[in-house]
Nanobody, 126 residues
Framework: VQLQASGGGLVQAGGSLRLSCEAS????????IGWFRQVLGKEREGVAC????????FEGDSVKGRFTISRDRGQGTVYLQMNNLQPEDTAVYYC????????????????????WGQGTQVTVSS
């Protein structure tokens, strides 16, 4: 049972990237998926969540209007489209599964996320 986050890279400020979160060994569609990011030495920050049951989405205040989370209808792959990237978006990005709707217990409550991907580095240059 694994999650694989991919799509990170180096981009200039104002640019875009799309991250992917794919599962092996289980059906990712059965779970809500959260995207988090972390800078070395800082707390892991919730970025976006998409719910398992109805596909409703939540974005963190720091990325609202710039990042969009979505799910592929076929494989269930979850994407994070990141537009107008800024240097403060530089971090390692992780995806994780939760058995609850995003709105249950708060969209980014760490305890409810069970399986984590290995992370993908996003670097935004000024």
């Amino acid at each position: 049972v694994q999650l694989q986050a991919s799509g990170g890279g180096l981009v200039q400020a104002g640019g875009s990237l799309r991250l992917s979160c794919e599962a092996s060994g289980f059906t990712v569609r059965s779970y809500s998926i959260g995207w988090f990011r972390q800078v070395l030495g800082k707390e892991r920050e919730g970025v976006a969540c998409i719910s398992n049951s109805d596909g409703s989405t939540f974005e963190g205040d720091s990325v609202k209007g710039r990042f969009t989370i979505s799910r592929d209808r076929g494989q269930g792959t979850v994407y994070l489209q990141m537009n107008n990237l800024q240097p403060e978006d530089t971090a390692v990005y992780y995806c994780a599964t939760a058995p609850y709707h995003c709105s249950a217990y708060g969209p980014f409550s760490r305890w409810k996320y069970r399986t984590w991907g290995q992370g993908t580095q996003v670097t935004v240059s000024s």
